[in-house]
């Protein structure tokens, strides 16, 4: 398993932005593919993004995508979720998860993909 931890998170307005960081702590973490997952008070845990191991593949949920971009820098062992024109219903806890497998359909993505996971960041988004 790879340990991950998160970083960036905090308060911003509707329509501000914010980049979360995903650190690990091994180098088999250029080998994973990673994730974000978010969850909202009340709600199941839902997909976000992922990112292959090599940065090549990227996919997006739907009500994400044009907004938050996912990216990794393999020689820092970070992955960074950008998220841009954010809105009051991203507010979430965000949790950085390795796998070892790349889907290109958002839908494939279940927390079963996925074997570790990192502690959360609350984002939390003011109208």
């Known amino acids: 398993q790879v340990q991950l931890v998160e970083s960036g998170g905090g308060l911003v307005q509707a329509g501000g932005s914010l980049r979360l960081s995903c650190a690990a702590s091994?180098?088999?973490?250029?080998?994973?593919?990673i994730g974000w997952f978010r969850q909202a008070p009340g709600k199941e845990r839902e997909f976000v993004a992922a990112?292959?191991?090599?940065?090549?593949?990227?996919t997006s949920a739907d009500s994400v995508k044009g907004r938050f971009t996912i990216a990794r820098d393999n020689a820092k062992n970070t992955v960074y979720l950008q998220m841009n024109s954010l809105k009051p219903e991203d507010t979430a806890v965000y949790y950085c998860?390795?796998?070892?497998?790349?889907?290109?359909?958002?839908?494939?993505?279940?927390?079963?993909?996925?074997?570790?996971w990192g502690q959360g960041t609350q984002v939390t988004v003011s109208s």
């Open positions: 998860t390795a796998g070892t497998y790349f889907y290109y359909s958002a839908s494939s993505y279940h927390e079963a993909h996925f074997d570790s």
């Open positions: 091994t180098r088999t973490f250029s080998s994973k593919t």
């Open positions: 990112i292959s191991w090599s940065g090549g593949s990227t």
